[in-house]
T-cell receptor
């Protein structure tokens, strides 16, 4: 089975801090994704990557950046955390050619 | 642009009964894929079922089946013999063939199965 591991289930940070969320997959997938999930809004794509060092903006990239230095790892960075970034963050990965995405357990991030 | 609409924010069903979750979508593409994902409370999101738009036959996975109406751009999920473990958020998602690997998600339907 595909394993997508997010480094933290729960995280509490302060406004203005630089926050790193890490995601690792073990199936040599080309594509990796970061979503945020908010009640009533569903999943919204922040960024995705289709190869090492390659990235594309999703629907809500403002206030975020990403890094993919190795194929198995995709990091989401909140440059200066704000309270409106309090949310559930989901990482996913997929093979190419229209294969389904596999999700991690999620990180519930609170910005105080 | 692609959109996915789930018009039922919440639904409930009695154990062992059948329930249908609605999903409509919009795309100008002719080739695409549709998915239903399940997210149990505080647990990982998992794929329930997928449908290729070029296939006329509706996909089925055990107690889960879809009613895919391409002309109407409708993709509903039917859960038969509902079980307590089916309690979850259900998300409908669309991906066009080729191009970006992005999925477009609906806002979800919260399903509660009552004993």
């Amino acid at each position: 089975d595909v394993k997508v591991t997010q480094s933290s289930r729960y995280l509490v940070k302060r406004t203005g801090e630089k926050v790193f969320l890490e995601c690792v997959q073990d199936m040599d997938h080309e594509n990796m994704f970061w979503y945020r999930q908010d009640p009533g809004l569903g999943l919204r794509l922040i960024y995705f990557s289709y190869d090492v060092k390659m990235k594309e903006k999703g629907d809500i990239p403002e206030g975020y950046s990403v890094s993919r230095e190795k194929k198995e790892r995709f990091s989401l960075i909140l440059e200066s955390a704000s309270t409106n970034q309090t949310s559930m963050y989901l990482c996913a990965s997929s093979l190419t050619h229209n294969q389904p995405q596999h999700f991690g357990d999620g990180t519930r991030l609170s910005i105080l | 642009a692609q959109t996915v609409t789930q018009s039922q924010p919440e639904m409930s069903v009695q154990e062992a009964e059948t329930v249908t979750l609605s999903c409509t979508y919009d795309t100008s593409e002719n080739n695409y894929y549709l998915f239903w994902y399940k997210q149990p409370p505080s647990r990982q999101m998992i794929l329930v079922i997928r449908q290729e738009a070029y296939k006329q036959q509706n996909a089925t996975e055990n107690r889960f089946s879809v009613n895919f109406q391409k002309a109407a751009k409708s993709f509903s999920l039917k859960i038969s013999d509902s079980q307590l473990g089916d309690t979850a958020m259900y998300f409908c998602a669309l991906k066009t063939q080729g191009g970006s690997e992005k999925l477009v998600f609906g806002k979800g339907t919260k399903l509660t199965v009552n004993p």
